[in-house]
């Protein structure tokens, strides 16, 4: 075929023409904003390797438009379009939690083929829970099944110095991921997020965010379509999101048992310390409250000290300040102290369990540790 015409735009209107669709119909068919393509047809948006891999399938192409786009995109970006990767490392081992694993797994994978069907996870808890932990050890688990990638942000809901990030910053950083250029990024937030949704229809791409603030936050950072996945963590309920019209699915952690409260203590500490003093290593258990980030801060703490005993770490710290002061920290995996006052609520163990609420049916169910 004789090359019709130069850009990439250019080339997806011929072939749309020569396909005797209508801009309105290519829309529909790719799942795409029809302002969207008309401004990449026009050259005034870039034409993405993902729009165009869409649009070769509606049209028959045979692949060309990606060809194109894939070698504008190494013209700009030597090496290729960057992926989607922004998950932060995940732990390798996750204690007490293998039930609340899986049963995240299985809701972030749900539905992800239907059209317009967005599975949303909202894991809550309060602070040292191990949220984020659980958050990004599932994200990992599962990431395979979004080939486009993952968006990942710390929302800083509970940042006393920074405060909460702004939705509308918040979504010109993913914009940026997207592919879209700093001055193409709108002004006004209800734009930025119309053209976050617009570049994720027709992607399957896992959104975590994280330590959310309030539902308001989260709701302009949603995708609108089928493929994508969200996953939310919280120190609140966000009861909004629960309301929504495809409501999202709750997830409550509680402490750990009593059993992976040792288990984890013992893992970091050694074999050979714990078995040597199991009394005093459950009494450390049970001041932690066996929340895994104040356990596992006391058992660095512990590792870091070989010549003294777990009893005589118990009791120094116990005596002269407490274990552990976690209420209030702007990130839950790193305290702002290890060795402060220990709060009244984790001098006992905890009755809160881990639970899964489904807005759908108004159930509440026991999940576990």
């Not at 799942?31 to 870039?46: F, I, M, Q, T």
């Not at 309060?126 to 050890?137: F, I, Q």
Request: aromatic share 4%; net charge positive.
């Amino acid at each position: 075929m004789t090359e019709p015409v130069k850009s990439v735009g250019q080339l997806l209107q011929w072939y749309r023409k020569e396909a005797g669709l209508s801009l309105p119909r290519l829309a529909a068919l790719a799942h795409y904003d029809k302002g969207y393509l008309s401004k990449v047809e026009n050259g005034r948006k870039p034409m993405s390797v993902e729009l165009a891999r869409v649009c070769d399938k509606v049209l028959g192409t045979g692949g060309e438009l990606a060809k194109r786009a894939l070698a504008a995109t190494d013209r700009n970006c030597p090496g290729g379009q960057l992926p989607l990767a922004q998950l932060p490392a995940a732990q390798g081992r996750l204690f007490g939690r293998a039930g609340a694993l899986t049963r995240l797994e299985r809701l972030l994978a749900d539905g992800t083929d239907a059209p317009g069907r967005v599975p949303m996870v909202c894991v809550d808890g309060p602070p040292g829970v191990g949220k984020t932990t659980l958050a990004l050890r599932g994200a990992h688990n599962v990431a395979h099944r979004f080939l486009d990638g993952a968006l990942f942000v710390n929302l800083r809901g509970n940042d006393r110095v920074r405060g909460p990030l702004d939705p509308g910053h918040v979504l010109a950083g993913f914009l940026r991921a997207l592919g879209v250029r700093s001055d193409r990024v709108p002004d006004d937030e209800q734009e930025r997020a119309a053209l976050y949704r617009s570049l994720l229809s027709g992607r399957s791409v896992l959104v975590v965010l994280d330590n959310a603030a309030t539902s308001a936050q989260v709701q302009p950072l949603l995708p609108g379509s089928g493929g994508c996945a969200v996953l939310v963590t919280s120190r609140s309920h966000l009861v909004g999101m629960q309301v929504m019209t495809a409501p999202a699915v709750r997830l409550t952690l509680g402490p750990l048992d009593f059993e992976a409260a040792v288990d984890l203590l013992r893992t970091l500490i050694g074999d050979a310390r714990a078995d040597a003093e199991p009394t005093a290593l459950a009494r450390m258990a049970l001041r932690c409250g066996f929340l895994p980030l104040a356990l596992r801060t006391a058992a660095v703490r512990i590792a870091t000290h070989p010549r003294m005993s777990i009893d005589e770490f118990d009791r120094h710290y116990a005596a002269e300040a407490g274990l552990l002061d976690l209420v209030g920290t702007d990130n839950e995996e790193h305290p702002r102290s290890a060795l402060d006052r220990t709060p009244p609520a984790m001098c006992g163990r905890a009755s809160w369990r881990t639970r899964e609420h489904t807005p759908q049916s108004g159930a509440v169910k026991s999940m576990g540790a």
